[in-house]
């Protein structure tokens, strides 16, 4: 991580967007906002706006990578061109490969795989404007939108990042924390079940400060929980009464 | 495809082994395989290192070259670490692009490397926005048995100890070697039903829910983390993990990298 001596990141026990240590920032959820899609959701976390399709389960192809006793999630995390200050290259890269792999394996426990061998279950995530964190809007975004196309699930998934910056642990990072703080750490859990699905952290962090950030991170997912488990919840809502009108009850 | 019979075969056996307290290669629980540690063997690098894990073989090597910094970062070197996951090393490995399998462990080990500080990115730069040195770190697996992220990440800083600055070669003149400012060890972890096991084999990863590479620094500290797995964890779990392995790291620093620089 970069080291930048000059930017002061705490200033009155606030941080420089004016967050306390333990606060995220706006969470803005949109169920079922595409009308190809199976499932999708809209997601903002700060700045970053993000979105995720689910299409299946569907049949799996290449055939070969057909799982005989469960489905296969494929997962794509895909960044816009124009979502960062300088131009991404559209196409895959070595990050995005592995923000894929985490995200799909952060997904994987909740969705009943087993009922669909040999299908395919596909989550598309695209990341439309970025402002560090976009691996967990997307986990979010994507758990909801498996939901709200109904792929049978256990249970949702959350996600949240904590950090190092000023010598503090604060959740939840943005742009700047982000590339001059000393540590980030996304996790991915299953809140209702307090069980971890997806843990990576780069910078420096020691083992006290690390259980203090994942503690953080476990409240946080609990937060974001709630809001999913809403947007998702005014998306039945909404259907049911469109239903009942229909049917002239 | 054809084989996945034989692989739940060999899940069942790994766990029923350890359900009876044994690993299939006799080891304890939280015990490493042998590791053997050769440095500077491939005269062309200039510093490489081979790393024997029981059966997993890793060769590692740094390449330095002169080059142009990114627009971003003008006075700063460029670190660039690659693995390949060659066919000869594995029945399961395929020759083609890098994929997801290959990326995580490059980039595991890069983070470890890049978390601790081990190399001053400045220390790199030659001509400010002009000139300077990208170094490569490419792992090389020969021999996949198990635990390639340790395996690496061992070989990694251990090539990076025995670097010589290719001065003459560029007509450059300046420091001969490369400062390495600390020693960042990977230990690989998996749950299997519960259990935790150091230093898996190619069964027990098989066979495992999870797996979580814990790489600390010298002083204790964690410069990365990496969960694996389609599975949940508990914190506890999680926790004990980590002090697991800041306290195996200790043990392989102490044997392989600390040396008088």
């Known amino acids: 991580m970069k080291k930048e001596g000059e930017i002061e990141f705490i200033k009155d026990g606030k941080r420089v967007d004016g967050r306390s240590f333990d606060e995220l920032r706006n969470i803005k959820i949109d169920v079922g906002v595409l009308k190809r899609a199976d499932g999708s959701c809209y997601f903002e976390l700060g700045n970053n706006k993000v979105l995720a399709a689910v299409y299946g389960p569907r049949e799996m192809h290449p055939r070969h990578a057909q799982d005989a006793k469960m489905a296969v999630v494929k997962f794509r995390y895909n960044m816009a061109p124009f979502s960062v200050d300088d131009r991404k290259r559209p196409g895959p890269d070595r990050r995005s490969v592995e923000i894929s792999k985490v995200s799909r394996e952060a997904l994987d426990p909740v969705i009943l795989r087993e009922y669909y061998p040999k299908a395919a279950i596909e989550v598309y995530v695209e990341i439309l404007q970025s402002d560090a964190g976009t691996r967990t809007a997307g986990i979010n975004a994507a758990s909801v939108a498996l939901a709200d196309a109904g792929v049978p699930m256990r249970d949702l998934v959350s996600s949240v990042a904590v950090g190092k910056v000023g010598g503090e642990i604060v959740l939840d990072l943005n742009a700047v924390e982000d590339n001059y703080g000393e540590a980030d750490m996304p996790i991915a859990m299953i809140a209702r079940r307090n069980t971890i699905t997806a843990l990576q952290m780069d910078g420096n962090l020691t083992k006290d400060e690390f259980e203090k950030g994942l503690k953080l991170a476990m409240k946080a997912c609990q937060q974001i929980y709630e809001l999913q488990r809403t947007a998702l919840i005014g998306r039945y809502n909404k259907g049911e009464s469109a239903k009942l009108k229909d049917s002239g009850t | ?261």
């Open chain 2, 1 to 261: 495809m054809g084989l996945e019979i034989m692989d739940d075969v060999r899940k069942d056996f790994v766990r029923n082994m350890l359900s009876e307290g044994d690993r299939e290669d006799g080891r304890g629980f939280r015990e490493y395989r042998e590791i053997s540690l050769k440095r500077d063997i491939m005269n062309k690098a200039e510093g490489s290192a081979c790393v024997k894990l029981g059966d997993t073989e890793v060769l590692v090597g740094a390449k330095l070259e002169v080059g142009s910094p990114f627009p971003d970062s003008p006075t700063e070197g460029v670190l660039i670490t690659n693995a390949e996951l060659v066919p000869l090393a594995s029945p399961e490995f395929e020759s083609g692009p890098p994929n997801e399998k290959s990326i995580q462990l490059a980039r595991v080990v890069d983070r470890g490397i890049r978390g601790s500080g081990v190399i001053d990115l400045g220390k790199l730069c030659i001509e400010e926005g002009e000139k300077v040195w990208i170094l490569f770190l490419d792992i090389h697996v020969l021999d996949n048995n198990g635990n390639l992220v340790d395996a690496a990440a061992l070989g990694a800083i251990a090539a990076l100890q025995n670097i010589r600055v290719p001065n003459e070669k560029y007509g450059l003149t300046g420091e001969e070697t490369l400062q390495v400012h600390d020693t960042p060890v990977a230990v690989t972890m998996v749950e299997i039903d519960g259990t935790i096991v150091v230093d898996p084999t190619c069964n027990e990863e098989n066979a495992a829910t999870n797996r979580l590479t814990v790489i600390s620094n010298a002083d204790g500290s964690l410069s990365g983390l990496q969960k694996t797995g389609s599975y949940g964890m508990k914190e506890e779990t999680i926790v004990e993990m980590v002090e697991l392995g800041i306290e195996k790291a200790g043990e392989i620093r102490e044997k392989f990298l600390n040396v008088p620089s």
